[in-house]
């Protein structure tokens, strides 16, 4: 697939790729352990231009293209998944949900700080009750008697970087009789009295990656934060994940790529038998398919990467190539990393070596923005022209 990149993006991903080698690979380990959130690997993240790849320069981001926000993700998740877990959510969940459905006002406000690296945001949607079925929320927003404000109460769960976010999009109900077609989204600050963030989840991998749940007690939120049209939240939502997708994709790919070099390392050096590992066909096999579905992951998502450009210019929806891209790269990784543990057998299965973490990291790819059965119902409905049956 070299041969869709031109010379800026080769700079870009090399770039990247040092700066993720150098800056993230050496902490990675140590965040994953402890659970802190690295906030100091974001801020330089965020001085390089990471946290707004696509966002316009005029608002604080780097001006770059979709190819480009890919081949940043994978060379960050290569080091981190975790990291890379939190530059998706502030590119992909935020900054893209209010370049495409802001007011300028809104634009002017709330890019610069994200996208800049400077705060960190999050994207509430999931509920206890609604995680795949997500339409079906309880946290209401009711519009107040002067029409200055909506009043929310409610509660979220599963949400990433909610502990530390300064900035969120919140999805809303404001008229529940019309179910999906009743939600609101809203753009809320971190500070916002009502906003109680929950306890944080302990998790099997990505661990550096905060979340949490959010409960909100009569939150004031004003008018102008309404993002996009009221009752118009669920298309909203639904259309940012089509982005978010790609980025997960991406970020899978990343995982599976490290868990395939350590591989080749590993078959390269370890002996058995008076052979190198790698010299067994049992061994070969796995790397070649580990190989093969790593560069049938980066086709898919390199096509997803060029719809969701062109669709910047004629508004087409990209959710069939998203959801492929995202299907396929979330099961390579499971697949690479799984096959990574074995390949280093007793040592796949112990913290001295990173192919453990991949292994615990790369789970999560199959589940959030859309599980794996949510992604085959997606790909089936748009294949098959049938709408929503539920
Ligand atoms: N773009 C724009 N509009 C869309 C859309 C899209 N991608 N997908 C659906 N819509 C529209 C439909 O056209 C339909 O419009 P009308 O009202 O005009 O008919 C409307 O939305 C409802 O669509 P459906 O009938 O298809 O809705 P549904 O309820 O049957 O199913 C679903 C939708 C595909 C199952 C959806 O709920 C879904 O994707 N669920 C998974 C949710 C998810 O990914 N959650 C992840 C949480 S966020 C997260 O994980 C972040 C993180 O931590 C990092």
Sequence with gaps: MEFLL???????????????????APVAAHYDETGEFPMPVIKKMGE???????????????????????LAMEEVAKADVAVSTIMS?????????????????????????????????????TEPQSGSDAANMKTRAVLSDDGTHYIINGRKSWITSGPVA?????????????RHRGITAFIVEGDTPGLIRGKVEPKLG???????????????VPVENVLGEPGQGFKIAMAILDAGRIGIAAQALGVAEAALDASINWARE???FGHKIGEFEGIQWKIADMKTRIEASRGLIYSAAMAKER?????????LQA??????????????????????????????????????????????????????????RQVLGLRGSF
């Excluded at 031109?6 to 993230?24: L, S």
């Excluded at 300064?166 to 019309?178: G, H, N, Q």
């Design 323 to 380: 959801s492929m891209a995202k299907l396929f790269a979330s099961e390579t990784a499971m697949f690479c990393t799984h096959q990574a543990v074995q390949i280093h057998g007793g040592m796949g299965y112990s913290k001295e070596l990173p192919v453990e973490r991949y292994f615990r990291d790369a789970k999560i790819t199959e589940i959030y923005e859309g599980t794996s059965e949510i992604q085959r119902l997606v790909i089936a």
């Design 48 to 70: 390089l231009g990471l946290m707004g790849i696509e966002v316009p320069e005029e608002y604080g981001g780097a001006g770059l293209d979709t190819l480009s926000y890919v």
């Design 206 to 220: 990505i661990r550096a990656s905060a979340t949490c749940e959010l409960f909100f007690e009569d939150m004031k």
């Design 89 to 125: 959510v502030n590119n992909s969940l935020y900054c893209h949900g209010i370049l495409t459905f802001g007011t300028e006002e809104q634009k002017q406000k709330y890019l610069a700080p994200v996208a800049s690296g400077q705060a960190v945001a999050a994207y509430a949607l």
């Design 6 to 24: 031109n010379e800026e993006h080769r700079m870009i991903r090399d770039t990247v790729r040092e700066f993720a080698q150098k800056e993230i």
């Design 166 to 178: 300064d900035y969120f999009i919140l999805f809303a109900m404001t008229e529940p009789e019309k």
């Design 270 to 272: 370890r002996e058995a």
């Design 311 to 319: 669709a910047k210019k004629t508004g087409e929806r990209y959710t």
